[in-house]
C-alpha cells in the first residue's frame, strides 16, 4: 500500500523567509502527487500537482514543488513567506482507481 | 461555477445515533469521494461513488455506507455513532476515472460531527 511521510508537523518561519515543507511516498510505479492546503475550518484547496509533465511544478500562491523520483520526494517551497501563508499543508499519492493517501500534515506558522 | 457543497456544516449527535451527511459535487464532476477528518490529521479515504455504485472502500466498518443519485450528489450515513466517530466529514468530486483528467479532488467545506 502506498504511503506518505511529512517530515515535521509544525513549522514556524519568519514573515519573508523560505518556506519549505517536506513530504516523502512509497510507490512502486509513477505516482500522480499533489499538495493541498487546509485554512481553518474550511475544506483542502489545491495548491500544485505532479503528473510526470515536468519535475518542477508550479502552483497557486507562489508555491513550487520539485518531483525527485530518486529520493521519492516531492518537497513543497516558497522563496518568501507571507502571513497569509498560515495553514495546515498536507502531500497526498493517488492511487490507481483514484483514491488518494494523505500525509498527517504539516502546520505552518509565519512569524511576523 | 458551484464548487461541492456539503450539509449541514456542524451537527451534535450522542453514542448509538444514526447520522446522514449530504454532499452535492463541483458542477461538471460525476463521481464523489468521502473522507474522514480526525482533529489534527490527515484525510482518510472511506469510499468513492461513481455512476451510482460504491467502487472503492477504505479501511472502515460497516457501520460506514453510502449513497449515490442519479444527479452525482451523494450521501454518507453512519449507524452506531460511537465516540470515535467524531470528526470532520469532507466530500470530494473528481472526473471519472479514464477521463482525461489528472483525477485532483475537489473538496467541499466538511461536515464536523460531534458524538457525545
Known amino acids: 500500500a502506498q504511503s506518505v511521510t511529512q517530515l515535521g508537523s509544525h513549522v514556524s518561519v519568519s514573515e519573508g523567509a523560505l518556506v519549505l515543507l517536506r513530504c516523502n511516498y512509497s510507490s512502486s510505479v509513477p505516482p500522480y502527487l499533489f499538495w493541498y492546503v487546509q485554512y481553518p475550518n474550511q475544506g483542502l484547496q489545491l495548491l500544485l500537482k505532479y503528473t510526470s509533465a515536468a519535475t518542477l511544478v508550479k502552483g497557486i500562491n507562489g508555491f513550487e514543488a520539485e518531483f525527485k523520483k530518486s529520493e521519492t520526494s516531492f518537497h513543497l517551497t516558497k522563496p518568501s513567506a507571507h502571513m497569509s501563508d498560515a495553514a495546515e499543508y498536507f502531500c497526498a499519492v493517488r492511487n490507481y482507481g483514484q483514491n488518494f493517501v494523505f500525509g498527517p500534515g504539516t502546520r505552518l506558522s509565519v512569524l511576523p | 461555477d458551484a464548487g461541492v457543497t456539503q450539509s449541514p456544516t456542524h451537527l451534535i449527535k450522542t453514542r448509538g445515533q444514526q447520522v446522514t451527511l449530504r454532499c452535492s459535487p463541483k458542477?461538471?464532476?460525476?463521481?464523489v469521494s468521502w473522507y474522514q477528518q480526525a482533529l489534527g490529521q490527515g484525510p482518510q479515504f472511506i469510499f468513492q461513488y461513481y455512476e451510482e455504485e460504491e467502487r472503492q472502500r477504505g479501511n472502515f466498518p460497516d457501520r460506514f455506507s453510502g449513497h449515490q443519485f442519479p444527479n452525482y450528489s451523494s450521501e454518507l450515513n453512519v449507524n452506531a455513532l460511537l465516540l470515535g466517530d467524531s470528526a470532520l466529514y469532507l466530500c470530494?468530486?473528481?472526473?471519472?476515472?479514464?477521463?482525461?483528467?489528472?483525477?485532483?479532488?475537489?473538496f467541499g467545506e466538511g461536515s464536523r460531527l460531534t458524538v457525545l
Open positions: 470530494a468530486s473528481s472526473l471519472a476515472p479514464g477521463t482525461q483528467s489528472t483525477g485532483e479532488l475537489f
Open positions: 458542477s461538471g464532476h460525476d463521481t
